[in-house]
């Protein structure tokens, strides 16, 4: 079955730069899109066709996919960015997600 | 405004089972593919099962850990999703999101989720 992996968490200071990994095995010859989940709260899309972003969410938050690697940067990443990030692609039927990311906003 | 209300979720013992219900508005929901994800308590995100619209076919699909116990159905006439959850287990235990695909984006076929319901917690314990 296809797997993707991301780190378990990313620390990142106020107004810098945070940087989630999403790796599969030709990950670039699919979609990727990302999620955040807040404690206590569903998930959102925030990155769809690998760098489109849905409207409302911010331009800090932007992603590419090339080669077997997916990623999310959250540029000037702010205290409300803090959360559990999850990527997913899809193979025409079945749904992947990765392994989530913590990411913590010191 | 897009709303997904997951109901039905409960305690149930091994082996028991639930139905699950999403009511959809806010959207065409006939031309939406719809999904359920889950999520165990700590855990990440896992995804159960999808139906497509009757356009394009009504079929189902479903992840290996449910297949064969797990259904996946529609009212379109009632804008609502369902899974019938059988033969239930302790690993069940988790969250249980509704997700839409709105084909009218691009949704369906680049395999996103548009928008995710609030969950229902269904607890599979003796």
């Known amino acids: 079955s296809y797997e993707l992996t991301q780190p378990p968490s990313v620390s990142v200071s106020p107004g810098q730069t945070a940087t989630i990994t999403c790796s599969g095995d030709?990950?670039?010859?699919?979609?990727a899109c990302w999620y955040q989940q807040k404690p206590g709260q569903s998930p959102v899309l925030v990155i769809y066709?690998?760098?489109k972003r849905p409207s409302g969410i911010p331009e800090r938050f932007s992603g590419s996919n090339s080669g077997n690697t997916a990623t999310l940067t959250i540029s000037g990443t702010q205290a409300m960015d803090e959360a559990d990030y999850y990527c997913?692609?899809?193979?025409?039927?079945?749904?992947?997600f990765g392994t989530g990311t913590k990411v913590t906003v010191l | 405004e897009v709303q997904l209300v997951e109901s039905g979720g409960g305690l149930v013992k091994p082996g028991g089972s639930l139905r699950l219900s999403c009511a959809a508005s806010?959207?065409?929901?006939?031309?939406?593919?719809m999904n359920w994800v889950r999520q165990a308590p700590g855990k990440g995100l896992e995804w159960v099962g999808r139906?497509?619209?009757?356009?394009?076919?009504?079929?189902?699909d479903y992840a290996a850990p449910v297949k064969g116990r797990f259904t996946i159905s529609r009212d379109d006439s009632k804008n609502t999703l369902y899974l019938q959850v059988n033969s239930l287990k302790t690993e069940d235990t988790a969250v249980y999101y509704c997700?839409?695909?709105?084909?009218?984006?691009?949704?369906?076929?680049?395999?996103?989720?548009?928008?995710w319901g609030q969950g229902t917690l269904v607890t599979v314990s003796s």
């Open positions: 997700t839409n695909q709105d084909c009218s984006s691009t949704s369906c076929y680049t395999g996103y989720f548009d928008y």
């Open positions: 806010g959207f065409t929901f006939s031309n939406a593919w």
């Open positions: 139906i497509k619209s009757k356009t394009d076919g009504g079929t189902t």
């Open positions: 030709k990950l670039g010859d699919k979609y």
């Open positions: 066709q690998d760098s």
């Open positions: 997913q692609a899809w193979d025409s039927t079945f749904y992947v």
